[in-house]
């Protein structure tokens, strides 16, 4: 069988098309997988806000934890893009450098000191839930039965 140039160039072409929708699709999914994170256990944070990032792609919250043993550790937050935030009733101005809070969340599987948002208790008593996870109706709707205290196992 003999194929022209122009063929052979055609399909070398649609070869490196497709062979780049794959990386980009691969980055693509790579980038929203939460697999790093343990979503069948909740971890309670207790520290103080060092900064608050209210910003797209994601939200970052990070918290300086006092451990029993009287070290520091610097724990990296992340939460859904302000725009899922402010429906689920977020607001930048929530979350102030200095508080003092209270947060569940998802610890990554590692052990490394970052995790997924899940609810922040804040120093005034008002409780925020993160919509990471939420779909349809339930990411649309907002938060229902948010709990009152924290749900997760203590972090020490």
């Not at 343990?38 to 939200?59: F, I, M, Q, Y």
């Not at 006092?66 to 607001?91: C, F, I, Y």
């Amino acid at each position: 069988m003999k194929y022209s140039t122009s063929s052979l160039k055609t399909q070398f072409k649609c070869l490196i098309i497709l062979i780049a929708a794959f990386f980009c699709c691969s980055a693509a999914y790579a980038h929203h997988s939460f697999a790093l994170f343990d979503r069948s256990k909740l971890t309670t944070l207790s520290g103080t806000v060092r900064e608050w990032k209210w910003a797209n792609p994601h939200s970052w919250l990070t918290v300086v934890v006092h451990k029993a043993d009287g070290t520091d550790e610097q724990w990296a937050l992340v939460g859904s893009s302000p725009n899922m935030m402010s429906r689920w009733g977020w607001n930048a101005a929530d979350i102030k450098t200095g508080d003092k809070v209270m947060v569940d969340i998802h610890r990554a599987r590692d052990g490394r000191t970052i995790g997924e948002l899940h609810t922040v208790f804040l120093p005034g008593g008002k409780v925020l839930g993160d919509p990471g996870g939420q779909g349809g109706e339930a990411l649309a709707g907002g938060p229902t039965n948010l709990p009152t205290k924290p749900q997760g196992e203590p972090y020490k």
